[in-house]
């Protein structure tokens, strides 16, 4: 089974700064990467998908790049609603569900 | 509007068997592969069960395999959980998940708003 981590736990940041959230899978993923924020009582929501491609209607601050086994999650300048959770997830091996990577917080410092 | 509404969670005795559903609307539901996701409280997401559209591929997370089957009524438009031998690592909300269209079929781009399972020892 591949695992994915996350990097850092948590990230402190002010609104307007950058973030940059890694995601590590323990074997390759070539592509089949995506990420989800989630807000506290929300379901996820789908951000990036194919490591670099953003979903309908997510702002053009959000940006995903990586192949293989290395991936970021790059948000250019904070806005106050991004504040959250955000999970990394493969799915290698579709239509297998494959996996969730344990999450990387971003609070407000 | 893709809508997907879950229900039948609650409390839960140790070894239990609640089924949940997930009603869906707002899409042709027989096109579509359907997802089971979980999420422990404060932890991580976990998927636990795929359905192909039609239904006769089903696969499943080691950690519910032979305790949970996933399964789907294409005339009613809905998704269902059969949970058996319930434990207290159980607990968790739990997410239908739909894949988008085309090029985002594999992924979770829709989801529900969850239903909570609690069980107890």
């Known amino acids: 089974e591949i695992v994915l981590t996350q990097s850092p736990a948590t990230l402190s940041l002010s609104p307007g700064e950058r973030a940059t959230l890694s995601c590590r899978a323990s074997q390759t993923v070539n592509t089949y990467l995506a990420w989800y924020q989630q807000k506290p009582g929300q379901a996820p929501r789908l951000l990036i998908y194919?490591?670099?491609k953003r979903a309908a209607g997510i702002p053009a601050r959000f940006s995903g790049s990586g192949s293989g086994t290395d991936f970021t999650l790059t948000i250019s300048s904070l806005e106050p609603e991004d504040f959250a959770v955000y999970y990394c997830?493969?799915?290698?091996?579709?239509?297998?569900?494959?996996?969730f990577g344990p999450g990387t917080k971003v609070d407000i410092k | 509007e893709v809508q997907l509404v879950e229900s039948g969670g609650g409390l839960v005795e140790s070894g239990g068997s609640p089924r949940l559903s997930c009603a869906a609307s707002g899409f042709s539901f027989s096109n579509y592969e359907m997802n089971w996701v979980r999420q422990a409280p404060g932890k991580g997401l976990e998927w636990i069960a795929y359905i192909s559209s039609g239904g006769s591929t089903k696969d499943y997370a080691d950690s519910v395999k032979g305790r949970f089957t996933i399964s789907r009524d294409n005339t009613n438009n809905s998704v269902f959980l059969q949970m058996s031998s319930l434990r207290v690592e159980d607990t968790a909300v739990y997410y239908c998940?739909?894949?988008?269209?085309?090029?985002?079929?594999?992924?979770?781009?829709?989801w529900g708003q969850g239903t909570l399972v609690v069980v107890s020892s």
């Open positions: 998940a739909r894949g988008g269209e085309w090029e985002l079929l594999r992924w979770f781009a829709s």
């Open positions: 997830h493969h799915r290698n091996n579709w239509p297998r569900g494959g996996t």
């Open positions: 194919d490591a670099s």
